[in-house]
């Protein structure tokens, strides 16, 4: 299984292994670092994401802020 990632900053997209999900990864691009949810969290991610009205940023605890 492949996780496609997208920079919130850049845009710029590329493909990951599963073996990525649940880690914080540097866009290869801008090196922004962003974290990659756990399989199991991307539907309440994408729903977070969705609902937001500009940037979303998550800390280690997995708190939002945005």
């Known amino acids: 299984m492949h996780i496609i990632a997208r920079c919130p900053r850049c845009g710029y997209r590329w493909w990951l292994d599963a073996a990525a999900a ?12 962003l974290k990659v949810p756990d399989l199991t969290e991307v539907p309440t991610a994408a729903e977070i994401v969705n609902q937001a009205p500009d940037e979303i940023y998550v800390d280690d605890s997995g708190r939002t802020y945005g």
């Open 22 to 33: 649940d880690r914080r990864m540097r866009c290869r691009k801008c090196f922004r670092l």
